[in-house]
């Protein structure tokens, strides 16, 4: 009997274009709201299975900025708090996940990724 | 009581008997359990805990295709990676994300960053003295002097000296 095996991407809903070792991006239809895209601390990148070919780019790009935070030290969160050191002169700082409004531009890890991507 | 010498020896035996129950090359023995729970459960416990749970389990499709009961915590269809919502999606769920309502948002309400220097330094400038005509015109002050009486008060100098 004859059967077809799935590519692997499939499989798992990866996008294998802006997938890299190490750094998979998984594409979720079940995310927030208004979220495009989303970077795990476990390397993940999480992208809306909505969005458009160059928006998935864009938003990859964006979130691999914040893994080079995570990766460097920089950036870390946990189920309740974010926490960010600009450089290693600057204090670290702790954001309550239950009040900060996720995902703002204003806040300096999300202003670094903009510029950089 | 007097010990003997026979007794002090068969304590001692007793002794180390226990203390080398195990050779050194053997595992120790673990001791007594510290800490709370990870102790036997009865199965009455366990069953008690199941009835506990608040939320009916319901069928969903499992991870191979076929269809399984599942309790609290999971969600979607186990058979399809992209709906699946695991136990664990709340801890997993990062705040690093690109949310369109909140760029565009940011974008409506305008600037959000002032240069505060710049704007102190605007506003310094306009009211700056080099700018405005605060500094006096310059005036001959020769000139002016020429001009004006010597004496100003009416008074001649005969006056003063007492001559007619």
């Not at chain 2, 009581?1 to 007794?7: E, Q, V």
């Not at chain 2, 506990?52 to 991870?63: E, G, I, L, V």
């Not at chain 2, 009416?154 to 007492?162: C, E, F, I, M, Y």
């Amino acid at each position: 009997m004859a059967f077809s095996l799935k590519p692997h991407s499939e499989v798992f809903g990866i996008h294998e274009k802006t997938s890299q070792f190490g750094t998979p991006v998984i594409l979720k239809d079940d995310l927030e709201e208004g979220v495009e895209a989303e970077a795990n601390r476990d390397g993940t990148i999480f992208v809306n299975s909505k969005l458009s070919e160059k928006k998935i780019e864009e938003a990859v790009e964006h979130e691999k900025v914040h893994l080079d935070q995570i990766a460097s030290g920089r950036l870390q969160y946990s189920a309740d708090s974010v926490t960010w050191k600009r450089d290693t002169k600057s204090p670290a700082r702790v954001y309550s996940r239950a009040t900060m409004n996720e995902g703002h531009p204003d806040f300096e890890w999300e202003d670094e990724a903009y510029k950089q991507s | 009581m007097a010990i003997t010498y026979r007794g002090q020896a068969s304590r001692l035996n007793k002794i180390e008997s226990k203390q080398n129950a195990s050779g050194f090359q053997e595992k120790s023995d673990p001791g007594p359990r510290q800490g709370v729970g990870g102790g036997s459960v009865s199965l009455n416990q366990a069953k008690a805990s199941f009835e506990k749970r608040f939320s009916a389990p319901t069928k969903k499709k499992n991870f191979y295709g076929g269809e399984a009961y599942f309790q609290d915590g999971y969600g979607g269809d186990l058979a399809s990676p992209a709906k699946i919502n695991p136990i664990t999606q709340r801890s997993k769920s990062s705040p690093f994300k690109i949310n369109e309502s909140l760029v565009a948002g940011a974008a409506v309400t305008g600037k959000k960053f002032v240069d505060a220097g710049a704007e102190v330094g605007k506003a310094m400038e306009e009211n700056s003295p080099a700018k405005g005509p605060i500094e006096p015109a310059v005036v001959d002050l020769k000139e002016e002097e020429e001009e004006k009486p010597t004496n100003t008060s009416g008074v001649s100098k005969d006056d003063l000296t007492g001559n007619d």
